[in-house]
């Protein structure tokens, strides 16, 4: 461990399957089991992938799929994106 990097509130995220099918009691032992957990939080892959999916859902047009939206915001990110010529955003390639 190096002496000058110094965690205060360190936490950690534990993907630990799919949720799709489960029923109200799995998803409330887990809610338990996160309450008693102090800086490790268990998450299913399901839970992880919700809000990207709903973010994706708000940009993406009609006649568009998920999967080109995600593309063009890869695109606006690499290139910018701004729309004021900075480089402001831009991501290595």
Do not use: F, Q
Not at 4 to 29: C, F, M, N, Q
Not at 33 to 56: E, F, K, Q, V
């Amino acid at each position: 461990m190096r002496p000058d990097i110094v965690a205060y509130h360190p936490r950690a995220v534990v993907v630990i399957g799919r949720s799709h099918d489960w029923g109200e009691t799995k998803l409330h032992a887990l809610h338990g089991l996160n309450s008693r957990m102090h800086g490790i939080t268990g998450m299913t892959y399901d839970r992880l992938i919700s809000p990207c999916h709903a973010l994706l859902s708000h940009v993406t047009t009609v006649n568009e799929t998920p999967e080109a939206a995600a593309c063009a915001a890869r695109k606006v990110v690499v290139a910018g994106g701004s729309g004021d010529g900075s480089s402001a955003g831009r991501m290595p390639r």
